[in-house]
């Protein structure tokens, strides 16, 4: 496991380009790396602790600061990265993959068309704000490297 993800840090950083932000592909990648197993389902009191949209395939999630999950979606999913604020179904207190889906809240112009979850996945919150970290400082060196 730790081989693949060398392997795939060394793949994204030999992608970056001259910004030091990571692009769609890469975070997603990223998150997906400090991803565990598919679980059905997570425990949602109905508010989060913060969410960032990773594409319009995915989406990660903090039900607390320290507790978050990535959601991949059956479809592309409207306007989520424009999105200033989503919605999450749920029942029992519990959000379900292939059962509940994320809503798109204050995009103007029509309507929006539910994200259905397709699959969840516990993130390792510690790890992967570290890695993206990492990944933002090698990106500044390397535009430093190229500059000088």
């Known amino acids: 496991m730790k081989q693949m993800l060398l392997l795939l840090s060394v793949l994204l950083l030999g992608a970056c380009a001259s910004d030091s ?3 769609t592909d890469e975070k997603l990648s990223l998150y997906r790396a400090h991803a ?10 109905g ?9 319009d395939s995915a989406l990660a999630v903090w039900t607390r600061p320290n507790e978050a999950y990535l959601l991949e ?8 990265g424009y999105a200033p604020a989503i919605s ?6 519990r959000v379900s993959a292939r059962f509940d889906k994320v ?18 996945r516990e993130l390792d919150s510690k790890a992967l704000k570290q890695a993206e970290s990492e990944m933002r400082e090698a990106k500044s060196e390397e535009r430093q490297a190229e500059a000088g």
């Open 103 to 120: 809503n798109v809240l204050g995009v103007s112009g029509g309507i929006r068309i539910p994200c259905h979850i397709q699959s969840i």
């Open 47 to 55: 508010s989060l602790s913060g969410w960032t949209p990773l594409g």
């Open 36 to 45: 565990g197993a598919e679980v059905g389902s997570f425990r949602y009191t």
């Open 73 to 80: 979606f059956g479809g592309p999913c409207q306007d989520l």
């Open 88 to 93: 999450i179904s749920s029942q029992s207190g």
């Open 21 to 23: 932000r990571l692009s």
